[in-house]
C-alpha cells in the first residue's frame, strides 16, 4: 500500500465505483435513481459508472420494475454470472472444496480425504486435484473460473501469499500462493481459515453492514477473525487473532503451541476428548472405548444427558465466555458472531459462556455486543475461502490488492 494517498480523479473514480456497486450489491435489483439518492452521486455520475459495470458484465437492465402508471423504471441488479472461483480450505485430514458465484453462493462442494499434508509438495498436488475436482463436477468451463482462494490455520501473510507458520501441518514459510498457482494456471489468493470465514460474514452473511465485529471459531483450535471500522486487522505480519493461545492458567494444561494453559487446551475438540478420556479411566463414563472416543461422541452423549460429559462442556464454555469477556471490554465490538465445527455442542458448551461473558466483561459493554451462533455447515470453510477472492471486487480500491479475479467476460 502507498505511503500517502493522492485522491486523483481516477481514484476518486473508482471509490464511487466501488460505492455504486456495493448498493446494488446490497439492494438490487435498484433503480438509477435510487442509487443516487443512496449514494449522493449524481445523475450523470451513476449514468458514467453504472455503463461502465455494465459493459464489464458485473451488473446488468433488469426486467422493468412495477408500473406506477408512467414509464416502468429499469432497474440494475449483479450478474451472477459475472465471476465464478473456486474456495479451498485445507486441513490435516480433508480438503474441502467450494464453487461459488459472484455472490458468494455455492454451486458444487465435495470433500476430499487426504494424508501426507505435512509434505508441501503432497497438499500442492492434492489442492489443485481439488480445483479441477470441483470444475469438472460444476460443470462450467474452466475458464469460467477466474480466482482460487485457500484457507487454513495458521499464521498466513496474506500479502506475500506466505504460510508462515502450521503448527498443525507444521509448515513454516512455505510460499503456498505460487506454488498452487503454479499448478494450476489460476490466480491464487491465501489467507489464515478464520480470517475467510470473517470476510465471507463481512461481505456476504451475517457482519454485512456492520463495522465492528469479530468471528470466533470453535472446532480443532480457537480461532479469531477481527473487523475493526470496517477493515479487517492483521497485525503487523498478519499473525494477529491467536486467541486461542491467549493463556488463561500458566499452569494449566498443555498446549500444541509448547505452552500451558492456552484457551484451546480447554476450549478445543482435542481438550473435549482428552477430558472425556480422563473420566472413562476414572470409571465415570460406563463402557465407552477411551480410545475410540471421538469429539461428536462425547458431544452425543453429553446430548442424551451424560452428567460428566454435560460438565466437561460446561466447563470448557466457561472458559470461552471467560476469553470472550476480555474481547468483550478490548473491542467493545457490535456483534460477535461463532462458528466451526464446535458449534454442534449447542447450549450445552454456549449456555455457560454466555453466563461467563455476563459475568466476567463490563456490565455496560456486554449490553452493547450481540452474541450469534451460527448454524454450522461442513462447506462453510470453503465458503470463505471463495469470498477471500470475491471480496476483492466489491472492496474499496483504497484497500485492494491486485485482483485476483479478472472479470473480463469470455467470447461467447
Ligand atoms: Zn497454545
Given at each position: ?5 493522492i485522491?486523483?480523479?481516477?481514484l ?13 450489491k ?5 433503480s ?21 459495470l455494465?459493459a464489464?458484465?458485473?451488473i446488468y437492465?433488469?426486467?422493468a420494475?412495477?408500473?406506477t402508471?408512467g414509464r416502468?423504471?429499469i432497474?440494475l441488479a ?12 485445507l486441513?490435516?485430514r480433508?480438503?474441502?472444496a467450494?464453487?461459488t458465484?459472484i455472490?458468494a453462493?455455492i ?5 476430499v480425504p ?6 508441501v509438495?503432497r497438499?500442492?498436488?492434492?489442492l489443485?486435484?481439488a480445483?479441477?475436482?470441483v ?10 473460473v ?7 490455520a ?11 507458520y ?11 500462493e ?5 499448478q ?5 489468493r ?7 470465514l470473517a ?11 456492520v ?5 470466533v ?8 477473525g ?9 497485525g503487523t ?5 491467536e486467541?486461542g493461545h491467549t493463556?488463561m492458567?500458566p499452569?494449566g494444561?498443555a498446549?500444541?503451541?509448547?505452552k500451558r494453559?492456552c ?10 476428548v482428552?477430558a472425556?478420556r480422563?473420566?472413562v ?9 477411551a480410545d475410540?472416543?471421538t469429539?461428536?461422541q462425547?458431544?452425543?452423549l453429553a446430548?442424551?444427558g ?7 462442556l460446561?466447563q470448557?464454555?466457561?472458559m ?8 468483550v471490554?478490548i473491542?467493545n ?6 462458528s466451526?465445527e464446535?458449534?454442534r455442542?449447542?447450549d ?9 461473558v455476563?459475568?466476567?466483561?463490563f456490565?455496560s459493554?456486554v449490553?452493547?455486543?450481540e452474541?450469534?451462533?451460527q448454524?454450522w455447515?461442513?462447506e ?10 470475491l471480496q476483492?471486487?466489491?472492496k474499496?480500491?483504497?484497500?485492494a490488492?491486485v485482483p485476483a ?8
Amino acid at each position: 500500500m502507498p505511503r500517502f494517498w493522492i485522491a486523483n480523479r481516477q481514484l476518486i473514480r473508482a471509490i464511487n465505483r466501488s460505492t455504486v456497486l456495493n448498493i446494488i450489491k446490497a439492494d438490487g435489483p435498484i433503480s438509477r435513481t435510487e442509487i443516487g439518492r443512496l449514494s449522493g452521486l449524481s445523475p450523470a455520475t451513476v449514468s458514467e459508472i453504472t455503463a461502465d459495470l455494465i459493459a464489464e458484465g458485473l451488473i446488468y437492465e433488469k426486467a422493468a420494475g412495477d408500473s406506477t402508471g408512467g414509464r416502468p423504471p429499469i432497474l440494475l441488479a449483479l450478474n451472477h454470472d459475472a465471476a465464478y472461483v473456486v474456495g479451498l480450505k485445507l486441513a490435516e485430514r480433508q480438503i474441502s472444496a467450494a464453487l461459488t458465484d459472484i455472490e458468494a453462493t455455492i454451486l458444487c462442494t465435495l470433500t476430499v480425504p487426504v494424508t501426507g499434508m505435512t509434505v508441501v509438495e503432497r497438499a500442492v498436488e492434492e489442492l489443485a486435484g481439488a480445483v479441477e475436482r470441483v470444475i469438472t463436477e460444476s460443470s462450467l468451463p474452466r475458464e469460467r473460473v477466474t480466482g482460487v482462494g485457500i484457507g487454513l490455520a495458521g499464521v498466513i501473510d496474506a500479502e506475500r501469499g506466505l504460510c508462515r507458520y502450521s503448527p498443525i501441518l507444521g509448515w513454516r514459510d512455505v510460499p503456498l500462493e505460487q506454488l498452487v498457482e503454479e499448478q494450476i494456471g489460476i490466480p491464487v489468493r491465501i489467507d489464515n481459515d478464520v480470517n475467510t470465514l470473517a470476510m465471507a460474514e463481512k461481505w456476504f452473511g451475517a457482519g454485512q453492514g456492520v463495522d465492528d465485529f469479530l468471528v470466533v471459531t470453535v472446532g480443532r483450535g480457537v480461532g479469531l477473525g477481527i473487523v475493526v471500522n470496517g477493515q479487517f486487522y492483521r497485525g503487523t505480519r498478519g499473525g494477529g487473532g491467536e486467541f486461542g493461545h491467549t493463556v488463561m492458567d500458566p499452569h494449566g494444561p498443555a498446549c500444541d503451541c509448547g505452552k500451558r494453559g492456552c484457551l484451546e487446551a480447554y476450549v478445543a475438540d482435542p481438550a473435549l476428548v482428552r477430558a472425556a478420556r480422563e473420566a472413562v479411566l476414572q470409571g465415570k463414563l460406563g463402557s465407552v472405548d477411551a480410545d475410540e472416543l471421538t469429539v461428536e461422541q462425547v458431544t452425543e452423549l453429553a446430548r442424551e444427558g451424560d452428567e460428566t460429559l454435560r460438565e466437561i462442556l460446561a466447563q470448557a464454555g466457561r472458559m470461552l465466555g471467560m476469553g470472550i469477556a476480555n474481547l468483550v471490554n478490548i473491542f467493545n465490538p457490535a456483534l460477535i458472531i461463532i462458528s466451526g465445527e464446535g458449534v454442534r455442542a449447542g447450549d450445552l458448551l454456549f449456555g455457560p459462556m454466555r453466563e461467563a461473558v455476563a459475568q466476567y466483561a463490563f456490565d455496560s459493554l456486554v449490553e452493547d455486543t450481540e452474541i450469534v451462533v451460527q448454524e454450522w455447515g461442513d462447506e462453510a470453510w470453503a465458503w470463505g475461502a471463495a469470498s477471500l477472492v470475491l471480496q476483492e471486487i466489491y472492496k474499496s480500491p483504497i484497500h485492494a490488492r491486485v485482483p485476483a479475479v479478472s472479470l473480463s467476460m469470455p467470447a461467447t
